[in-house]
């Protein structure tokens, strides 16, 4: 075999209307247009995130025998509320499955099945542990944020700890982009004025 790399993939569908297709999938799913070639339209471009997906002007030939185009997505719940709110008609309701996404299907206005969902983390076995308790004094608005981080992600504070530290371990972040857009708002609401290096300069105040 020889090497192959392949950093990106663009699945095509054929559409009858490629002007009707975008305003589908702009204002229904909720993809942004990233492009058209031709005057009218005879291909496009839209994008979910980081991924692009091609509408070529053809016949629509949707079956429920081929293979839908899945998305994998950060908050599937939140897309799929907002893809309810807007009545695109929902195949397979959003669920946990046995194959460890939480997914749901959608059709598009030419019967395409659409699947968006995300990773479960809690499928397999238990790992059994033993918690022991650890000192922490954390600062005040720091803490506040954690608790409400932890709500957000319906974790304990304890679990949310735990999973910001094995991420740590491995050099890699445990939250997503929607996450951590969601953090900033929680910085502002509880007053975070440092940043991530700000722990090396705290000055603790004394005990009143």
């Not at 005879?42 to 839908?68: C, E, H, I, Y």
Request: glycine share 8%.
């Amino acid at each position: 075999m020889i090497p192959v790399e392949c950093d990106q993939l663009h699945a095509g569908l054929a559409v009858s209307d490629i002007s009707a297709a975008l305003e589908f999938y702009t204002r229904k799913l909720g993809f942004q247009q990233a492009f058209t070639w031709g005057d009218p339209p005879t291909f496009a471009g839209v994008n979910l995130g980081s991924v692009q997906m091609f509408l070529a002007k053809g016949k629509p030939s949707p079956s429920a025998d081929t293979a839908s185009v899945y998305f994998l997505v950060d908050d599937a719940d939140q897309l799929y509320d907002f893809h309810c709110a807007n009545g695109v008609e929902i195949a397979h309701a959003i669920s946990d499955r046995p194959y460890g996404m939480r997914d749901y299907t959608v059709r598009d206005l030419h019967g395409y099945q659409l699947v968006f969902g995300r990773h479960l983390y809690d499928t397999g076995p238990p790992i059994q542990i033993e918690r022991v308790d650890v000192p922490v004094r954390l600062e005040k608005r720091l803490a506040a944020l954690l608790e409400d981080l932890a709500r957000h992600k319906r974790m304990s504070v304890n679990s949310c700890l735990e999973e910001m530290l094995l991420h740590t371990n491995e050099g890699v972040g445990p939250h997503t982009k929607t996450t951590l857009r969601y953090i900033e708002e929680l910085k502002k609401k509880h007053g975070i004025d440092y940043d991530s290096h700000g722990s090396y300069r705290f000055a603790e105040e004394p005990p009143r």
